[in-house]
């Protein structure tokens, strides 16, 4: 590893973050964090993290910042607010936003950053926390090859397939091209098992016969068993998947396409948010047919 | 082989029929014919197959009668027709409905073949034309269990998963089942697509970034790189998928279950046959967002 690249920070040490931090510390670098309350980085500030209590005290300190938070309006603040990340960080300082979040607020880092001598990179994953967990996500990355090149190293200690897809933005926009496969496909899946209960069917005896056919999926193998068990705990939050979804509809409409499968999903998952599921698993959506 | 199962009867030896009387023929079986033009079996007679010009005939010779044909109506004429099966069939005779039809259908051929001392099954298949000529076909049965058990060596010859999902028009509904899953899911395989060409990707970068993991799919992996590569041709009919979309969306009405998946997946697909696209293959519903 370069020496200039050493120091790691990482903002938003969640389920998620959490592990690829800590295949950061394992993989030998200086990982720093940032989190409002510091009582909720005692697990990581004792396995050897270094604590900040504000994002533009980290960002002085590291050579690469990297970000997995929540939302846009979060990805906005830590960039852009008043203590931001642009403002404060070393110049020549690599900014990497992992959160799935928008193409176009990935453009705008990517000129400010620019503008600032800085090197920013969108590059949200998939693979929830089971692939974050044992380093396994697929990293779909927009910027300058340079700037992929220089931070591979980092990239490689958290994920299997790590691709850049193009400039700045073209990681979210993969990442939307991968929620979108996924939210007509949990409508399918949902409708198939719906049908068959409705039709008397056993649904263990019924996935058997289609799970390994055309019919089959990521989610008909691994969510639809959840669902017919009625375990409906996240996995992927429910209130997270619509803030892809909406993400996804907004670009596709400044695109000029209509994208009505996406769109319909969206309706049933709003549904069942309005109806106190938003803290559950997207897998949940199959409780919009109770 | 029991020996009063030796004479069996394939009716509908299209591309799937055909291999599927193929592989029974290699297995011993003395399989007998009926196409409407004998010009169109040469190939089947010349491998050893007998051919007859009526299902009546057919039907008076064999222990076994499987059906394969192209809509409900087609089963309907060759069941219950003046010179159909269900009147022609030796007492005792197993007859055997692999299109996929109308749940309903399939009760009513039940009921009839049982009063005049018939077996019937429906027992719909996936796998299309591969699973056909590798005989390892999905065969998803519905009717008695006698039934069943004594025709399991015929389903061998053709299928690998072999399940009976209950009783009659239980084999119809899980294909039903299987079809609501795909429907839905190859509108979010396209949408993806089209999301991610209007955003500029390359499609096939994409397509590595996504298709391992959570939106992983068989139409997804086998689909999407033929809509890439822009060959629309079958693979399984749009004609017939909307075939299979209507008969599901009749049997949800009928359980009183709303499928809006399902039926933006009919409409797209309606749209792409009104086009002039019926007999393209699914996978050309990419084409709805030219």
Redesign the interface.
Known sequence: MASEMKKVGFIGTGVMGGSMAGHLKDGGYEVHIYTRTKSKAEELIAGGMIWHNAPAGLARECDVIITMVGYPSDVEEIYFGGDGLIAAAKPGAYLIDMTTSS?ALAVRIYEAAKARGLHALDAPV???DV?ARNAAL?I?AGGDKAAFDAVYPIFERMGK?I?L??AA??GQ??K??????????M???C??????K?????LD??L???S?????????S?LAPRMIAGNFEPG?YVKHFIKDMGI?LD??QK????????A??RD?YMRIADAGLADKGTHALYLA?D
Chains 1, 2 share one sequence.
Not at 180 to 185: E, G, K, L, Q
Not at 191 to 196: F, K, P
Not at 255 to 262: D, S, T
């Open positions: 193409p998939s693979g929830g692939g697929s779909m397939q691709l897809q193009g933005g073209a926009h993969t939307m091209a991968n929620q979108i496969a996924i939210a007509s496909n409508v399918g899946v409708e198939a098992l719906i049908y068959a409705n039709a008397g069917l056993d005896g019924v058997q016969s289609i390994t056919g055309a019919a089959g999926s990521w989610s008909l691994n992927f996804a670009s596709a695109m000029g396409i209509e994208l009505p499968g996406l319909l999903a049933l047919w």
